[in-house]
């Protein structure tokens, strides 16, 4: 069994900062990325940050120069560092780890946690 769980969520005013952090558990064979998404009421849940095994990054334009994901492969975990916050930021912010588990044979498969609230306002 493999948990995924986000922390680091809440209320913070326009132009403030958060750091979110997520951690993957459980029967985990090999991690190839991780990463962020995002989903505002009414809305598609959207695509926000990734950070693969070897480091690469890739960001949502909306949160280019303002968002800073990172990861620690040995710990199974990834944190993104929220700066200049926005009231359009506000949403359940959710991690997604691509894994496989121990003892199967199963391919590469999504795992996601539950969410954290990110609310922006004054």
């Known amino acids: 069994q493999v948990q995924v769980v986000e922390s680091g969520g809440g209320l913070v005013q326009p132009g403030g900062s958060l750091r979110l952090s997520c951690v993957a558990s459980?029967?985990?064979?090999?991690?190839?990325?991780m990463g962020w998404y995002r989903q505002a009421p009414g809305k598609e849940r959207e695509f926000v940050a990734t950070?693969?095994?070897?480091?690469?990054?890739n960001y949502a334009d909306s949160v280019k120069g303002r968002f800073t994901i990172s990861g620690d492969n040995a710990k199974n975990t990834v944190s993104l560092q929220m700066n200049s916050l926005k009231p359009e930021d506000t949403a359940v912010y959710y991690c997604?780890?691509?894994?496989?588990?121990?003892?199967?044979?199963?391919?590469?498969?999504?795992?996601w946690g539950q969410g954290t609230q990110v609310t922006v306002s004054s």
């Open positions: 997604k780890a691509i894994l496989r588990r121990l003892g199967t044979l199963e391919p590469w498969r999504n795992y």
């Open positions: 459980g029967s985990i064979f090999s991690i190839s990325a």
């Open positions: 950070i693969s095994s070897g480091g690469s990054t």
